[in-house]
């Protein structure tokens, strides 16, 4: 929503500011972080993402990221709740087709890319829970911010 604020000045009005929430509340190119808490909210914008806990995570999560992008991509019936009647005739054809079942529909790739990424936050928060680790982190941190500066100097 766009408004503009006017005063008086002796018999005229004239405009001397403008609000723009779409222009407020737009990110630029770059990699920002939006935290929302009770009361306000917080934004960092232009953050280095953290390249070397995602991929440790990576590495360390493969089968679980697996697993979850495979529970996602699992077809289910894409009506619900069922019918007693239906899931009763669900439960019929999935007795009769046994680990065979054809499923009727699927997760899109966004889900399941979602998925792979979920399961590797709960690694990255799993390993960043050891203060060996989190120290270590930190210690990279320090050193990368260093060659930036010396990069940009």
């Given at each position: 929503m766009k408004k503009i604020y006017y005063e008086k000045i002796g018999r005229r009005y004239v405009p001397v500011s403008e609000y723009d929430s779409e222009y407020l509340d737009s990110f630029s190119k770059g990699t920002h972080i939006v935290m929302c808490y009770p009361g306000g909210q917080s934004r960092r914008y232009n953050i280095d993402p953290n390249y070397a806990a995602m991929i440790a995570a990576g590495r360390l999560a493969e089968d679980g990221i697996c697993e979850a992008m495979r529970k996602a991509s699992e077809m289910r019936p894409q009506r619900t709740p069922l019918t007693p009647g239906q899931k009763k005739a669900w439960e019929k054809l999935a007795k009769e087709f046994g680990d065979d079942l054809a499923t009727l529909t699927i997760g899109c790739a966004r889900d399941h890319a979602e998925a792979g990424?979920?399961?590797?936050?709960?690694e990255a928060d799993k390993l960043m829970s050891h203060p060996a680790v989190r120290?270590?982190?930190?210690?990279f941190q320090t050193v990368c911010n260093l060659v930036k500066q010396k990069q940009n100097t």
């Open positions: 990424v979920n399961a590797m936050i709960a120290d270590a982190y930190e210690q």
